[in-house]
């Protein structure tokens, strides 16, 4: 079977930087990918890691150690606008993502 | 990417009722996935809905109360039959492309 861990909810000032960690197990594992979700909308795809270390795309960089099981998503100068959920979800070759049980970012002013 | 249109984009039902929920892509793809999303909760997948032949349910569905069609490799139906509150969800399709994966903008379901 698959599970993976996260934290349920991160609080974080604007313009600082959040981490939400994200632990794993699975049996057969390709990469970790990241989804944002705002209420009521849709998964939007955010990173994905399939190699170990440090993937950057503007204000989010997402890390991955494959030996520790172990992720995380990083978010640079919160913006309101960046108060969503975040999932993680384990990509195991040509299979469902099974995903994380999701963070809740709240960014206060 | 690939581009999915879901229709509905709500719903609220009577309870023994049934909504049949589609989802049509803008491009062939072989790997379609319906989710559900509960409120507050994570996505739980259903089923991989398989072109030509039966969907593959996860455990704790069945396909008696989600049949599943899938015609043809840009589109798919999932019916939630004989509803009940506690189906009030929200339903997501999924696809899985060359870009990798893409999900549809769901429908959520209010049952009554």
């Known amino acids: 079977g698959q599970s993976l861990e996260q934290p349920s909810e991160v609080t974080a000032v604007e313009g600082a930087i959040v981490q939400i960690n994200c632990t794993y197990q699975?049996?057969?594992?390709?990469?970790l990918s990241w989804y944002q979700q705002h209420d009521g909308g849709a998964p939007t795809f955010l990173s994905y890691?399939?190699?170990?270390g440090l993937e950057e795309t503007g204000r989010f960089s997402s890390f991955l150690s494959r030996s520790d099981s172990y992720g995380y998503l990083l978010l640079q100068e919160l913006q309101m606008k960046d108060s969503a959920s975040y999932f993680c979800?384990?990509?195991?070759?040509?299979?469902?993502?099974?995903f994380g049980k999701g963070t809740r970012l709240s960014v206060i002013a | 990417s690939a581009v999915i249109s879901q229709k509905p984009s709500r719903d609220i039902c009577q309870r023994g009722t049934s909504l049949t929920i589609q989802c049509q892509v803008d491009?062939?793809?072989?790997?379609m996935f319906w989710y559900r999303q509960q409120p507050g909760q994570s996505l739980t997948l259903i089923a991989t809905?398989?072109?030509?032949?039966?969907?593959?349910?996860e455990s704790g569905f069945v396909i008696d109360k989600f049949p599943i069609s899938r015609p043809n490799l840009t589109f798919s139906t999932l019916t939630v039959s004989n509803m009940s509150p506690e189906d009030s969800s929200i339903y997501l399709c999924?696809?899985?492309?060359?870009?990798?994966?893409?999900f549809g903008s769901g429908t959520r379901l209010t049952v009554v």
């Open positions: 809905a398989n072109q030509g032949s039966e969907a593959t349910y």
């Open positions: 890691n399939g190699l170990d």
């Open positions: 979800a384990v990509y195991s070759g040509n299979t469902p993502l099974v």
């Open positions: 699975t049996s057969g594992f390709y990469g």
């Open positions: 999924s696809v899985l492309s060359d870009y990798g994966y893409t």
């Open positions: 491009s062939q793809v072989t790997m």
